[in-house]
DNA sequence: CCAGACGTTGTT
DNA sequence: GTCTGG
DNA sequence: CCAGACGTTGTT
DNA sequence: GTCTGG
């Protein structure tokens, strides 16, 4: 899955790549270690063709469990769960991130830390909803590549997509699963990390560093 | 109608 | 073991 | 996601 | 709060 990622919110590649018409008076500084809970940017759409940039913060909670926060969400049976199925039709959104890590495990404890990153796309928008200053990453199964580090990986929306998938006029189902084909197998990139990444407290650009080969 | 579950991951 | 904070 | 704490009551 | 099962 995703429970951690990496952005450094480069308002200037933001704008590049979208170029919102709205933007946060909230800067974000580079983050080398979002972990649910804290502030991250999201791109949406509330408008037709008002392209936002805004900041929410990682993880849905439920009224009636407000202190667990859901950082993913299963795009599979998303529209039969409750807790997200309006988001799902009603408030798409990209969340711009630069990789996530995930957990390679043997049995129970979490061994080795891997950078899941993209040669070709600096940048890697993935697919959220949002609902009022809460959003989370929808997930699938990993593809071929990936499935060796961890069964779960983010939906990834192709940039042909993006603008269908921000389009809240789209509230079809099968039209909303159409812009989320999996992705190609060889589409993401990863390499081992140190374990300074668990601690949710380490920030720094070294967290990237790799400790071993590209899988 | 009320009671009770409800969201993820990994692991069993 | 389970919950909370980051 | 992992790290790290992990107790009660009533009251502000 | 809202949905489902009984």
């Given at each position: 899955?995703?429970?951690?990622?990496?952005?450094?919110?480069?308002?200037?590649?933001?704008?590049e790549v979208?170029?919102?018409?709205?933007?946060?008076?909230?800067?974000?500084?580079?983050?080398?270690?979002?972990s649910?809970?804290?502030?991250?940017?999201?791109?949406?759409?509330?408008?037709?063709?008002?392209?936002?940039l805004?900041?929410?913060?990682?993880?849905?909670?439920?009224?009636w469990?407000?202190?667990?926060?859901?950082?993913?969400?299963?795009?599979?049976?998303?529209?039969?769960?409750?807790?997200?199925?309006?988001s799902?039709?009603?408030?798409?959104?990209?969340v711009?991130?630069?990789?996530?890590?995930?957990?390679?495990?043997?049995?129970?404890?979490p061994?080795?830390?891997?950078?899941?990153?993209?040669?070709?796309?600096?940048?890697?928008p993935?697919?959220?909803?949002?609902?009022?200053?809460?959003?989370?990453?929808?997930?699938?199964s990993?593809?071929?590549?990936?499935?060796?580090?961890?069964?779960?990986?983010?939906?990834?929306?192709?940039?042909?997509?993006?603008?269908?998938?921000l389009?809240?006029?789209?509230?079809?189902?099968?039209?909303?699963?159409?812009?989320?084909?999996?992705?190609?197998l060889?589409?993401?990139?990863?390499?081992?990390?140190?374990?300074?990444?668990?601690?949710?407290?380490?920030?720094?650009?070294?967290?990237?560093?790799?400790i071993?080969?590209?899988?």
């Open positions: 899955m995703c429970g951690r990622f990496v952005a450094n919110n480069e308002l200037e590649t933001i704008k979208f170029n919102p018409k709205i933007a946060p008076s909230l800067a974000l500084g580079e983050n080398y270690n979002v649910p809970s804290q502030n991250t940017f999201v791109i949406n759409k509330q408008e037709a063709a008002v392209i936002e805004n900041t929410k913060v990682w993880g849905f909670t439920a009224t469990d407000t202190k667990r926060r859901l950082a993913n969400a299963r795009s599979e049976s998303i529209l039969q769960k409750a807790s997200f199925k309006d799902y039709l009603y408030r798409r959104c990209l711009p991130i630069n990789g996530y890590y995930e957990w390679f495990r043997v049995n129970e404890k061994t080795q830390a891997y950078f899941i990153y993209s040669k070709k796309m600096k940048l890697l993935v697919a959220g909803i949002y609902l009022d200053d809460e959003m989370t990453i929808l997930t699938t990993a593809n071929a590549r990936l499935s060796a580090i961890h069964d779960r990986m983010p939906v990834l929306v192709p940039p042909r997509n993006w603008e269908s998938w389009d809240q006029s789209i509230t079809e189902p099968g039209q909303i699963q159409s812009l989320i084909p999996s992705a190609p060889d589409f993401l990139d990863a390499y081992p990390v140190s374990s300074s990444v668990n601690n949710s407290r380490s920030k720094g650009k070294n967290l990237i560093d790799p071993g080969p590209e899988i």
